[in-house]
């Protein structure tokens, strides 16, 4: 805790904002706090003029100018309040999960009640960073003292556990059960307090909770195949578990749909493989870096479909078949599988990559755009539409797919995945030497005949 009265520098208390994060998490604990109305030496509560709600650093108010100025975004929550008639003005300060937090570029950090530049204690800058290693947005803490009967009013736990195939027969087992699933933590007070996870996976209402408030995805439609004239623009409330089917139900049904009859049941057929959208909008929730604004977001065009989620890739877009799964959000994405939402681990990609080739659909494009994670899923046009780009990228996929199943690519099993007759041999070939040009596939021996060549990835 830092105490002060009526002092008031914007820049000060940006420097003292970094340093009691990076303290609080050096020392484990899951709350910082910056107070004004109460005197340093004496700790005794003499009040405030201050008001941060009404303060401003030029025409932007100071709650919005502090939040921008530090990096990463932390969750900071402003708090007013009155003793015996004396205005206590509160910074409550979650610290950052994934580095140390800097104010224009430096960070700072308390030494016993001074505050020092991080940078002058080289021993403390490691730790800090191997505590901030060790810790995830998921465990960070959403909602502080909150009473059981808040957890039932404020998030569908019975729901969340339903899913997750827990039985609790009782309110107090549903707590008792979330609390052994880290979900919920015994605030020492008599109350509990609600881990971002459990925000995240169970919440009725996303943006009521500060934390998580900007994270719930947000869907778009557009009448053409540009972002000029969108037609509907829609930002879900649920928590990814409890809402996950009705956000796919959402997404596929602004596509283009017609009705079909299997098994004398009547089922929706649509231009992307089902399968293939929830793989992947999984992917953007689970993926996304929640110390980054912006909320995951599905693009829906005449043409496409696009998934955005802040965070940049943490392996090259061309490995995201064959590199080793790796995420920021390993509990999330735990419970997501636990659950049935996604694919075991590592393997979603290749299940969307699978579906999309079974349609002969144009390669689905990844990539980074401006610290987000993009991938356009295409609907379906024939060989003569693809750009060369496209087709480069269907063979290389191809190449990978195949690799990850222990069979080389063929120009045979290359024509099926595009829907091309054996007539179409030569175009196949064609597109094979352009993706070999490309570095991105190379023959599986170099002294095989052309009739029975088979290819692999650049890296295999």
Same mark, same amino acid.
């Not at 709350?31 to 008001?51: C, D, K, P």
């Not at 024939?382 to 780009?389: D, I, L, Q, T, V």
């Given at each position: 805790?830092?105490?002060?009265?009526?002092?008031?520098?914007?820049?000060?208390?940006?420097?003292?904002?970094?340093?009691?994060?990076?303290?609080?998490?050096?020392?484990?604990?899951?709350?910082?706090?910056?107070?004004?109305?109460?005197?340093?030496?004496?700790?005794?509560?003499?009040?405030?003029?201050?008001?941060?709600?009404?303060?401003?650093?030029?025409?932007?108010?100071?709650?919005?100018?502090?939040?921008?100025?530090?990096?990463?975004?932390?969750?900071?929550?402003?708090?007013?309040?009155?003793?015996?008639?004396?205005?206590?003005?509160?910074?409550?300060?979650?610290?950052?999960?994934?580095?140390?937090?800097?104010?224009?570029?430096?960070?700072?950090?308390?030494?016993?009640?001074?505050?020092?530049?991080?940078?002058?204690?080289?021993?403390?800058?490691?730790?800090?960073?191997?505590?901030?290693?060790?810790?995830?947005?998921?465990?960070?803490?959403?909602?502080?003292?909150?009473?059981?009967?808040?957890?039932?009013?404020?998030?569908?736990?019975?729901?969340?556990?339903?899913?997750?195939?827990?039985?609790?027969?009782?309110?107090?087992?549903?707590?008792?059960?979330?609390? +052994?699933?880290? !979900?919920?933590?015994?605030? $020492?007070?008599?109350?509990?307090?609600?881990?971002?996870?459990?925000?995240? %996976? /169970? *919440?009725?209402?996303?943006?009521?909770?500060?934390?998580?408030?900007?994270?719930?995805?947000?869907?778009?439609?557009?009448?053409?195949?540009?972002?000029?004239?969108?037609?509907?623009?829609?930002?879900?409330?649920?928590?990814?578990?409890?809402?996950?089917?009705?956000?796919?139900?959402?997404?596929?049904?602004?596509?283009?749909?017609?009705?079909?009859?299997?098994?004398?049941?009547?089922?929706?057929?649509?231009?992307?493989?089902?399968?293939?959208?929830?793989?992947?909008?999984?992917?953007?929730?689970?993926?996304?870096?929640?110390?980054?604004?912006?909320?995951?977001?599905?693009?829906?065009?005449?043409?496409?479909?696009?998934?955005?989620?802040? +965070?940049?890739? !943490?392996?090259?877009?061309? $490995?995201?078949?064959?590199?080793?799964?790796?995420?920021?959000?390993?509990? %999330? /994405? *735990?419970?997501?599988?636990?659950?049935?939402?996604?694919?075991?681990?590592?393997?979603?990609?290749?299940?969307?990559?699978?579906?999309?080739?079974?349609?002969?659909?144009?390669?689905?494009?990844?990539?980074?755009?401006?610290?987000?994670?993009?991938?356009?899923?295409?609907?379906?046009?024939?060989?003569?539409?693809?750009?060369?780009?496209?087709?480069?990228?269907?063979?290389?996929?191809?190449?990978?797919?195949?690799?990850?199943?222990?069979?080389?690519?063929?120009?045979?099993?290359?024509?099926?995945?595009?829907?091309?007759?054996?007539?179409?041999?030569?175009?196949?070939?064609?597109?094979?030497?352009?993706?070999?040009?490309?570095?991105?596939?190379?023959?599986?021996?170099?002294?095989?005949?052309?009739?029975?060549?088979?290819?692999?990835?650049?890296?295999?």
């Amino acid at each position: 805790m830092e105490f002060k009265v009526n002092k008031f520098d914007p820049d000060d208390v940006a420097r003292y904002v970094s340093g009691l994060a990076n303290s609080a998490i050096l020392k484990g604990e899951r709350r910082a706090y910056l107070a004004f109305g109460i005197e340093n030496e004496t700790h005794n509560i003499v009040g405030t003029a201050i008001s941060l709600k009404s303060e401003k650093v030029g025409n932007e108010v100071f709650e919005h100018w502090l939040t921008r100025a530090l990096d990463p975004h932390l969750n900071l929550e402003f708090v007013t309040i009155q003793i015996e008639d004396k205005t206590v003005e509160l910074i409550a300060i979650d610290p950052a999960y994934q580095r140390p937090v800097r104010y224009r570029k430096d960070a700072f950090i308390r030494v016993d009640s001074v505050l020092k530049p991080l940078g002058e204690y080289p021993e403390r800058e490691r730790a800090l960073w191997l505590a901030t290693s060790s810790f995830a947005f998921e465990q960070g803490v959403a909602l502080h003292h909150v009473t059981p009967n808040e957890v039932f009013s404020l998030f569908e736990p019975e729901t969340l556990l339903e899913m997750l195939g827990v039985q609790a027969r009782s309110r107090k087992s549903t707590i008792e059960q979330l609390m +052994g699933m880290g !979900l919920l933590i015994d605030d $020492r007070q008599g109350r509990l307090d609600v881990t971002n996870l459990f925000a995240l %996976l /169970a *919440a009725k209402n996303l943006s009521t909770i500060p934390s998580v408030a900007g994270k719930a995805p947000r869907v778009i439609e557009y009448k053409r195949t540009k972002k000029l004239d969108a037609v509907g623009d829609v930002t879900g409330q649920l928590g990814y578990a409890i809402g996950f089917k009705r956000l796919l139900q959402h997404v596929m049904t602004r596509m283009p749909h017609e009705e079909i009859m299997i098994t004398g049941i009547r089922q929706n057929k649509y231009p992307i493989p089902e399968i293939a959208a929830r793989e992947l909008i999984a992917n953007a929730l689970i993926h996304q870096d929640f110390t980054q604004p912006g909320h995951p977001t599905v693009e829906v065009f005449k043409d496409k479909v696009q998934i955005t989620n802040p +965070g940049a890739p !943490l392996v090259d877009p061309n $490995r995201f078949i064959d590199a080793p799964s790796k995420s920021r959000n390993e509990r %999330l /994405a *735990a419970m997501m599988r636990r659950i049935g939402l996604c694919e075991e681990r590592g393997s979603g990609i290749d299940r969307a990559l699978e579906a999309i080739e079974k349609d002969a659909l144009p390669a689905p494009l990844f990539r980074e755009v401006e610290g987000s994670t993009v991938v356009i899923i295409y609907r379906p046009g024939s060989f003569a539409e693809m750009s060369k780009e496209g087709r480069v990228r269907a063979c290389y996929q191809h190449a990978c797919l195949r690799f990850e199943s222990n069979e080389p690519m063929s120009n045979a099993s290359f024509r099926k995945r595009l829907g091309l007759p054996d007539s179409q041999y030569p175009q196949a070939s064609i597109v094979i030497r352009d993706t070999i040009e490309a570095g991105l596939i190379r023959p599986l021996s170099e002294e095989q005949a052309n009739r029975n060549a088979r290819y692999v990835p650049f890296y295999a």
